[in-house]
C-alpha cells in the first residue's frame, strides 16, 4: 500500500472521530522510566486484528499484548462490557461481597479441574499467590518440612517480582537483584531424570521439595511445549510424594492453546493453576486456582487491593463467555493449523536460516537457526516495516500470539508479508 493509501482515514481506521495526533518522543523518553527495549512506534487505535501508529501506517497485530488481547481490540462484546460495568460500579474493596467476583470464579470452577479461585491484577501477583500458598502448605500440612522449596524449570518465565524473577530460571531476569528469595531450584524441563535427582533426597528421610511449578508450554522461554509422557510421569511423582504441581497458565491459558486450559495438552491436572495475560482480554487481572488446600489460605493470609474488582471480573466473564458462545476455540486450532503449515513451507525454503516451528493452537515459534547471524529482533523490525507486528521469544525465537479471533484471511495476509521480511534480510 502506498502512504497516502494508509493516511487516508477511511482506510486507516474505522474510528476516524480521533484524528491521528503528533506523537512526541522526546516527552516520553524524559519522564518514562527507561526499562523497555522500544521498538520507535507509538500505538494509537486498534480494531480487531488491527493496529494503527500515530503516523496512521496499518499493522496486522500478531503480538495481542503479548498474548493478552483474546478477543482482539474493540471487540463489541467487551465493548458494552466494560461500558456498562463502569457507570454501574466499577471498584470496591473485598471487605465486601462483590457479585462478579463470586460469578466469575464459579465460570472458572465450572470449566477447570479447580475447586476454588483467588484475585489479584498480574501473572506476577498470582504466582506469588501460588508460593505463597505453597510455603504456607509447607509449614501447616506438611509441618516436617522447615525450609521448602519450590522447583521450578530452567528458561522457563514467571514474572518480575522479586520472588518471581527468583522462580524464573534464567539469570539475565535475576543479574542485580541479589540477594533473591531463598527455596527455589532448578530442573531442565521436560527431563524426568532431573525431578527425580532433585527430590532424592525424600528417600533419605531428608525432603525439601515442597511444589514444583512449571508453565505447560514456556512462553517467554522459546515457545517450547510440554512433552505429555514428561507430565505424566511428572504427576505421579508428585501424588506419591504430597508434592505440590502448579501451573503456570499465565501466557498459555485462556484458550490460546486450542484449549480452554494449558493443561488439557498434557492429560494431567495440577493442583494450583495461575491466569493472567488473556484472561480479561487486556483488563489488568491475575487468578490463582487451587484444587487442593485451598482452605491453606484464610482471612488475613492474603490480600489484593483491586483484587476481583467489578470491573476486571465483569471483563473476565465477558471473555470467557465469548469464547464458549462463539466457539473460539475451533476457531484457534484451525487457525494454529493454518500458521503452522504455512510457516513450515517457509522452514523448508529456508532451510539454512530456520529449525523448526513449534506450539499448540494460537502460541506458536519459529526458531532461527543458531547457523546464521540473523536474530529475532532484526527480523521483528523488518516484519513492522512490513505492517506485521512479532514478538520475539528470546534472541532466536520469532513469537506469533495473535488474538483468538483471528481469521482465515490475517493468518495468511501475515504469513504474506512476513515472506517479504525474510526477503528483505537475505
Ligand atoms: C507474562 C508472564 C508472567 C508475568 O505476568 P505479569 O502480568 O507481567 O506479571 C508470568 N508467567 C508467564 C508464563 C508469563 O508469560
Redesign the pocket.
Known amino acids: 500500500m502506498s502512504p497516502e493509501i494508509l493516511l487516508d482515514p477511511s482506510v486507516t481506521s474505522n474510528s476516524s472521530d480521533t484524528p491521528t495526533r503528533p506523537f512526541n518522543q522526546d516527552q516520553f523518553d524524559t519522564y518514562v522510566m527507561n526499562t523497555y527495549g522500544r521498538f520507535p512506534i507509538a500505538i494509537e487505535k486498534g480494531q480487531g486484528c488491527r493496529l494503527w501508529d500515530t503516523q496512521g501506517k496499518e499493522y496486522l497485530d500478531f503480538v495481542a499484548g503479548?498474548?493478552t488481547c483474546t478477543l482482539g481490540h474493540g471487540h463489541p462484546a467487551l465493548v458494552e462490557t466494560v461500558s456498562h460495568q463502569i457507570q454501574k460500579l466499577h471498584h470496591v474493596s473485598n471487605l465486601y461481597y462483590i457479585p462478579e467476583q463470586g460469578e466469575l470464579a464459579q465460570w472458572i470452577v465450572d470449566h477447570s479441574c479447580a475447586d476454588k479461585v483467588f484475585f489479584c491484577n498480574?501473572?506476577?501477583?498470582a504466582?506469588e499467590a501460588a508460593i505463597k500458598l505453597v510455603r504456607k502448605y509447607a509449614h501447616t500440612v506438611l509441618d516436617f518440612l522447615d525450609q521448602p522449596v519450590i522447583l521450578t524449570a530452567k528458561a522457563s518465565?514467571?514474572?518480575?517480582t522479586l520472588a518471581?524473577i527468583t522462580a524464573t530460571g534464567q539469570p539475565k531476569y535475576q543479574k542485580h537483584f541479589d540477594p533473591l528469595v531463598p527455596g527455589f531450584e532448578y530442573v531442565p524441563y521436560n527431563d524426568i531424570d532431573a525431578v527425580k535427582n532433585a527430590i532424592a533426597d525424600i528417600d533419605e528421610g531428608n525432603r525439601r521439595v515442597a511444589a514444583i511449578m512449571l508453565?505447560p508450554l514456556q512462553?517467554?522461554g522459546g515457545v517450547r511445549p510440554g512433552e505429555i509422557e514428561y507430565f505424566l510421569r511428572l504427576r505421579k511423582i508428585c501424588d506419591e510424594n504430597n508434592i505440590l504441581l502448579i501451573f503456570?497458565e499465565?501466557?498459555?491459558g485462556v484458550g490460546r492453546s486450542g484449549k480452554l486450559w494449558g493443561y488439557e495438552n498434557l492429560g494431567v491436572e495440577p493442583d494450583i493453576f495461575t491466569s493472567?495475560?488473556g484472561l480479561a482480554g487486556g483488563i489488568p487481572i491475575?487468578a490463582m486456582m487451587c484444587k487442593k488446600f485451598c482452605d491453606v489460605f484464610e482471612p488475613g493470609t492474603h490480600a489484593s487491593t483491586f483484587g476481583g474488582n467489578p470491573f476486571a471480573c465483569a471483563a473476565a466473564l465477558t471473555v470467557l463467555k465469548t469464547i464458549e458462545n462463539d466457539n473460539i476455540l475451533q476457531n484457534v486450532q484451525s487457525r494454529g493449523e493454518q500458521l503452522r503449515t504455512r510457516l513450515r513451507a517457509i522452514v523448508q525454503k529456508y532451510p539454512n536460516l530456520f529449525t523448526e516451528v513449534r506450539g499448540w493452537g494460537l502460541i506458536n515459534g519459529m526458531e532461527i537457526s543458531e547457523n546464521t547471524e540473523l536474530t529475532s529482533i532484526e527480523l521483528v523490525k523488518e516484519a513492522m516495516a512490513q505492517g506485521l507486528l512479532l514478538a520475539p521469544a528470546g534472541p532466536k525465537v520469532l513469537r506469533f500470539v495473535p488474538p483468538l479471533i483471528v481469521s482465515e484471511a490475517e493468518i495468511d495476509e501475515a504469513v504474506t508479508k512476513l515472506e517479504t521480511a525474510i526477503a528483505n534480510k537475505i
Do not use: C, L, M
Open positions: 503479548i498474548a498480574s501473572g506476577a501477583e504466582n518465565f514467571h514474572g518480575r518471581t508453565e512462553g517467554e503456570d499465565v501466557q498459555v493472567a495475560k491475575g
